[in-house]
T-cell receptor, first 117, second 115 residues
Framework: DTGVSQDPRHKITKRGQNVTFRCDPI?????LYWYRQTLGQGPEFLTY????????KSRLLSDRFSAERPKGSFSTLEIQRTEQGDSAMYLC???????????????FGDGTRLSIL | AQSVTQLDSQVPVFEEAPVELRCNYS??????LFWYVQYPNQGLQLLLK??????LVESINGFEAEFNKSQTSFHLRKPSVHISDTAEYFC?????????????FGTGTRLLVSP
């Protein structure tokens, strides 16, 4: 078990630029989640995949945000035309659901910290 | 919808003293309950969870939490803390029977253990 891996760990960019983050879940995990954590707050749910299907999106995820999980393995989160308010830690988590009501805990990566200049 | 309240943003305590981190939740449906710990510049690690059964759950490093349905609480306790317990602790809930586990987190409690 190599854990959930996120890349890059830190990203500094100018306002208006596009950024893309990658998440590699634990290999056998079929569920993958993205959360956003701003300073002094708990993580907030952004979106969720079951295999390659994106099944839920938060209202926090504006049309500048897009997430994919093309082959049901790794996932990417892209932010277009970044704004100051996008500065946050972006966390990825994965879990294994053996049935529709599966309740296996989520395992988190170390996150990507995004800073917008 | 669910919400989680962690009233204490910071709890300072001396090493080997007991500690309690409070968590209250609100939900119109049954929930699962979790405590996660976050060390600086790292992701979250699951500390313990309540899914069903005994309302008292324990972790391998001495923490325990008790689910109190009538008070909608899931307070985290440790009888004797160590310096290494200094971290941010997040309480979270997820709705039962939703088909996935969207977690709703509280704002966190920073535990500061000093010698």
């Amino acid at each position: 078990d190599t854990g959930v891996s996120q890349d890059p760990r830190h990203k500094i960019t100018k306002r208006g630029q596009n950024v893309t983050f990658r998440c590699d879940p634990i290999s056998e995990h079929n569920r993958l989640y993205w959360y956003r954590q701003t300073l002094g707050q708990g993580p907030e749910f952004l979106t969720y995949f079951q295999n390659e299907a994106q099944l839920e999106k938060s209202r926090l995820l504006s049309d500048r945000f897009s997430a994919e999980r093309p082959k049901g393995s790794f996932s990417t989160l892209e932010i277009q035309r970044t704004e100051q308010g996008d500065s946050a830690m972006y966390l990825c988590a994965s879990s294994l659901a053996r049935d529709p009501q599966g309740n296996q805990p989520q395992h988190f990566g170390d996150g990507t910290r995004l800073s917008i200049l | 919808a669910q919400s989680v309240t962690q009233l204490d943003s910071q709890v300072p305590v001396f090493e080997e003293a007991p500690v309690e981190l409070r968590c209250n939740y609100s939900s119109s449906v049954s929930v699962y309950l979790f405590w996660y710990v976050q060390y600086p510049n790292q992701g979250l690690q699951l500390l313990l969870k309540y899914l069903s059964g005994s309302t008292l759950v324990e972790s391998i490093n001495g923490f325990e939490a008790e689910f109190n349905k009538s008070q909608t609480s899931f307070h985290l306790r440790k009888p004797s803390v160590h310096i290494s317990d200094t971290a941010e602790y997040f309480c979270a809930v997820s709705e039962r029977n939703t088909g996935f586990q969207k977690l709703v987190f509280g704002t966190g409690t920073r535990l500061l253990v000093s010698p």
